[in-house]
């Protein structure tokens, strides 16, 4: 089983930034993608980037796409969301995820098979 605990969330003015972190812990596997996705009240989970183990595949929402950077460190189990220019649409509660290996749709919420408590962005006008 692996665990994830995300980190980094709060409230920022539009135009601020946020940078998220995820750990993961326990059997973490490799070859793994590690993905964020967020939910806003009333509305269904939506994917918002994903990273691959080695990093040569990431891929993003259109909606957050040369506003939001996603990286990891191997090395310390550790994904990254860096969140610049903050728009009051991206307030949600941001989950983050990891793939049980390589997957062939990694946009795809369902692929992912752990999954993190969330931390809620609240970005204000």
């Known amino acids: 089983q692996m665990q994830l605990v995300e980190s980094g969330g709060g409230l920022v003015q539009a135009g601020g930034s946020l940078r998220l972190s995820c750990a993961a812990s326990?059997?973490?596997?490799?070859?793994?993608?590690m993905g964020w996705f967020r939910q806003a009240p009333g509305k269904e989970r939506e994917f918002v980037a994903t990273i691959s183990w080695s990093g040569s595949i990431i891929f993003y929402a259109d909606s957050v796409k040369g506003r939001f950077t996603i990286s990891r460190d191997n090395a310390k189990n550790t994904a990254y969301l860096q969140m610049n220019t903050l728009k009051p649409e991206d307030t949600a509660v941001y989950y983050c995820?990891?793939?049980?290996?390589?997957?062939?749709?990694?946009?795809?919420?369902?692929?992912?098979?752990?999954w993190g408590q969330g931390t809620q962005v609240t970005v204000s006008s």
């Open positions: 326990g059997r973490t596997s490799s070859n793994y993608f």
């Open positions: 995820a990891a793939t049980d290996g390589p997957v062939v749709a990694p946009r795809f919420r369902g692929l992912y098979k752990y």
